[in-house]
Every structure is written in structure tokens, then in C-alpha cells.
């Protein structure tokens, strides 16, 4: 059984009288990536040199790799395809059956992560950011997730913040002794129904933080602007230029069943991990392993009051002010938005979400 046949049998939502839940694997894979997937697909991803890297060593073929690293060369503002090219170096000094697959368009780590598993990675080490990470766990999950195969992080973009949160870095040597280590967590995923930006209903699986609001807009910008500043710094300028304009919406929303709050917020955070933004920690308390989700609700506050408190939220020490609110959920159910844009994983991918839920223990991840 696929993971996706497993979350569709064990989790059903009724909202506004309607049932909300992916109804098959195949289902799954077309409402992220609009290619359904069957059988054993050929390799298509794109790499420097099909049969040699550039110091002459032939690289392994995709079928014999234990670990497949999926880079985005994007990351970092283009950072990360010399980094993708260092760390292969060094994974096969170490003596690591590896190759690495370079993607070559938005939501193409997705099929390259389902395609390695397919052919029979058992590890797939996601190189690049938050939003790279983001297409290779939906990957796992249209490939049968953590049945089969684990997840690795060579973590470098402009946001690491799920890195963070596990307190791992981007050193080669670093990442190449977790791959030999091979000590594994299970952790949570979040999954989310929302409008996609073509106006067409969608779903997809996050790892660290899901929002929206000012949020969403802030990371908006952040992807439309250089990021050659680096993530601490390229969010900041995004909020300070972005929130002055912001207009806060009402959204109405309820916890695992219970009654509806309707409110002006700012904006509206489901957290699995504790950072975003380059650093910031909207949820201190958020654990991986839990089987809950933490949501951070910032209420009607102008921008005067959001950049008082950006120190708080970067040491996690809002959650005591009056305007914040804080309370863990297996399910939350939204409705009326008001168009928020909504971005997981640090990548704008709609507007208005109707419901997240926690996905307890869907996927090993190498610490």
C-alpha cells in the first residue's frame, strides 16, 4: 500500500459538508505535479556530464545508487550547483554509491525524487532549500514514502529553516557523516488543501511551516527579488517593505473540531518545524515527532507593532504577548480568507486554504 492509499484510509475531513482527502496515489501525484506517474519511469533529470564528472570519475548509473541527491541549482542564488558539485566529490571519497540529479524547472524534484525510489534509492538527499525539500518529501510521498527509502538534507538556499530546526548543517563532511551514520527519525508531515494560483483546487505535503497572510506576501517578494543577500537578510528587507502595505484580513478558522473563531488576523501560521524567514521562530515549542501541529495566530496588529516585536520572534518570545495565539492541533479548518496568499515550505503556491491536518510519522529523516 502507498503512502497516499494509507493517509486517504485512515484520514477523512468533512468541511462544509463535503469530504476532502486525496483519494488515490495516482490522484495524488496529478494534483501536484498534473503527470501521473505509472510503472518504472527512465531517468530524465539533468546532470553536468551523463558518464563522467569533471575530474574523471565515472558517475554511478541512476539504477546502481544507493543515495540519490536531488539539487536544486537555483538555491542560493545559484550557490548550490558548485556546492552539489563539491559534496558529490566528496560522498564519493568517502566511498558512498552516489549520484547527483539537477532539477531543471519548479516541481521537478518532485518526479526526480519519485523516479529514485522507483529504480531503487534508498536514500534521497535533498540539496538546496526549504522550498527543494518541500518537492522532495511530496516526492516520497507519491513514491510510498519511508516504505522504501529515507530522507537526507545537505541543506543550502536562501531559507533553511527546517534544517534548522534539526540542528543540522551544510558541511560536506557534515552530510557525509550522516550518510554513513544512517541513524533515522521518523517525523511529521503536514498536508493542506488550497486554491492554486491557476484558481484550481489543490493539495500538497509540507515539512516545516505552512501560512498565510503577511506571510505569504513577505515570501513572495523574497522569490521575486535577488537573493544574494542571503536568507536572514533577504527576509528582512522583504517585511520591511512589504508590511507597510499589507492589509489584514478576517479568516475564520476552528481546532480539531471545535467552535469557529472569526477574527482580523495577520497572519496565520501551521507549524511542524520552529523557524522560518531566515531564523525567525514563530513556533518555539513545535516538535517534529509529536503528532500535532502548532499554530501561531498574529492578530489584528499594525506594522509599527510587527517590527517592535521582530526581535521576539526571532528568540521564539512573542508567544506571551497579548496579540499572539498558540495552541497545537491535529486538524485545522479555515474558510473565508479573503484571498491570502498562502506559501508552505517558504514557496508561494495559492491563496485561501480550507484545512491542514498532521500526517503523524510519515517519513524517516537521517539525523
Known sequence: MSWCDAHRSSTSLRIRGRTSRPSSSRECRRSLDGVPSVGRPKWSGTEESSSETDDGAVWPQMGNAEIV?????EAGNGRARRYARRLDRVLRAGGLSSVIRFTSAPLDAIRLTREAIDSGAKTVLAI???GTVNEVINGFLQAGGSNVAQLALAPVGTGTDFARTLGQGGD?????????RGRRRAIDLGFVDFTDLEGKRASRYFVNIAEFGSGGAVVDRVNRTTKILGGRMS???AILSTL???RNRIARWRIDGGPWIEAVVNNFVVANGRFFGGGLMPAPYAELDDGALDVVVIDDVDFKTVRHHLNDLRRGTHVGLKFVRYVRARVVETEGTDGALVDLDGEL?????THFVCVPRAIDVLV
Not at 541527491?69 to 541549482?73: L, S
Not at 503556491?349 to 486554504?353: E, K, L, T
Open 235 to 237: 527576509f528582512l528587507l
Open 244 to 246: 507597510p502595505k499589507y
Open 128 to 130: 538546496g532549500g526549504d
Open 172 to 180: 560536506a563532511g557534515e552530510v557525509l557523516a550522516r550518510l554513513q
Open 69 to 73: 541527491g536531488v539539487a536544486n541549482p
Open 349 to 353: 503556491v495559492g491563496v485561501d486554504p
